[in-house]
């Protein structure tokens, strides 16, 4: 019986959601099933996947396009490529599916910040994502939830009955984890020109993550002698402009970072070398970076919003969502407090191994088992 998944919204520079999509993939690449997955893929992103011929897994490539394109396409050309596929029940990662489909359909709802933050997009993607989520709440004949947070915000928003929804959270991919090469290490620090000591955000550079919080937290410990530079890795977003205002206005141009958007290959040796790793985020559907970094060994330092409590539990520092003086303090806490540090250090990679890819494909099959036995 065939899966088919659609990873055409894969992006050339995966994060988040892009990332959901190359590791599900992968790991049912890795499993043992009774399955076979037709990967539905543009022609420049098949690499990203980096898997070897596979029984079992198949790829179906289309000609690269602009979002809005793929997005026409979804609707007007993937019911019948999808029929002609042989599809029993077609997966759509990230949000939308075709609604004119001829089998069953399982969609994965990332967050839902179109309707908790929708100011924090912009007008068109509001609009659109909005309706989009509404019709395959609807239309699709079951839902994934990336965190429990998100599917009970799923449930409450679009009226979803409970049965309907799962939450199956994501996983911390093997390749992050502590490194104690020297060479490697600083190999990567000179690749991208990193302090010896530094303070550390990953993420796109957008309202959504609310790097003002952290500026304004940063600019306290600086006014307080902390010397630690902040590196902001990721690239930027919508509204990035807000935060180089911020950061002239605080006078903290000389002790910023940016490296840009860093490879998946490279993320974890940053981790490694960071003293701290801070994601002050408004909403979070699952929030990746921070147990990212926890596997890597480096004390987090997240806000106590949404998803985070769940998958960071004790194991990080859990500051009140927009204040100001609790995230200073709590970054002051793990530079000066080494005693908190190396706590913070080894619980960390504990925490994290409890969220495994072949965790997240195992259950995904599960949903996908239910559909076709209902069906």
């Known amino acids: 019986m065939r899966i088919g998944i659609d990873a055409t919204a894969l992006p050339p520079q995966p994060v988040g959601a892009g990332n959901y999509i190359i590791n599900l993939i992968r790991s049912f ?14 022609q420049s992103r098949q690499h990203l996947f980096d898997l070897p011929p596979t029984p079992g897994l198949y790829w179906q490539q289309f000609p690269d396009t602009s979002p809005a394109h793929r997005l ?16 029993a029940l077609l997966h759509s990662p990230h949000y939308t599916h075709p609604y004119r489909l001829h089998c069953p359909s399982v969609v994965t709802f ?15 993607k509001r609009f659109f994502f909005a309706t989009a989520i509404r019709i395959s709440a609807r239309h699709a004949n079951a839902l994934i939830a990336i965190s429990e947070s ?7 928003l679009l ?22 090469d020297d060479r490697l290490l ?6 991208y020109n990193l302090p010896e000591e530094f303070i550390l955000y990953v993420g796109v550079v957008e309202p959504r993550k609310n790097l003002p919080l952290l500026l304004k937290s940063y600019n306290t410990l600086v006014n307080e002698g902390i010397n630690h530079p902040l590196v902001i890795v990721g690239r930027f977003g919508w509204m990035y402009n807000e935060v180089l205002r911020q950061i002239d206005t605080l006078g903290l141009k000389s002790r910023i970072h940016f490296t840009g958007y860093v490879p998946q290959a490279d993320l974890p040796i940053v981790y490694n070398l960071a003293d701290v790793f801070v994601y002050p985020s408004i909403y979070e559907g699952f929030g990746l970076p921070p147990l990212e970094a926890m596997a890597c060994g480096t004390p987090v330092i ?18 009140p969502a927009e204040d100001e ?27 994290a191994a409890k969220f495994t890819w072949k965790r997240t494909a195992q259950e995904t099959l599960q949903v996908y088992k239910k559909v076709l036995q209902t069906r």
Do not use: C, Y
Not at 186 to 191: E, L
Not at 303 to 319: K, N, Q, R, Y
Not at 330 to 343: E, F, P
């Open 325 to 351: 003086w609790a995230l200073s303090r709590a970054i002051h806490s793990v530079l000066t407090d080494r005693t908190l540090h190396d706590q913070l250090s080894l619980k960390g990679p504990r925490q």
């Open 72 to 87: 026409v396409w979804e609707q007007v050309n993937f019911p019948s490529l999808a029929k002609h596929a042989g599809i």
């Open 302 to 319: 997240t806000t106590a919003i949404s998803s985070m409590p769940e998958h960071v539990g004790d194991a990080g520092i859990l500051v």
């Open 186 to 191: 600083a190999d990567v620090r000179q690749r």
């Open 29 to 42: 690449a890795a499993l043992d099933s009774d399955f076979e997955f037709v990967v539905f893929v543009q």
């Open 110 to 124: 990332h967050d839902m910040t179109f309707f908790l933050f929708p100011h924090l997009h912009t007008w068109a």
């Open 150 to 156: 998100t599917r009970q915000d799923a449930i409450r």
């Open 159 to 180: 009226e979803i009955p409970a049965n309907k929804i799962s939450a199956i959270p994501l996983g911390v991919d093997e390749i992050f984890h502590p490194v104690d």
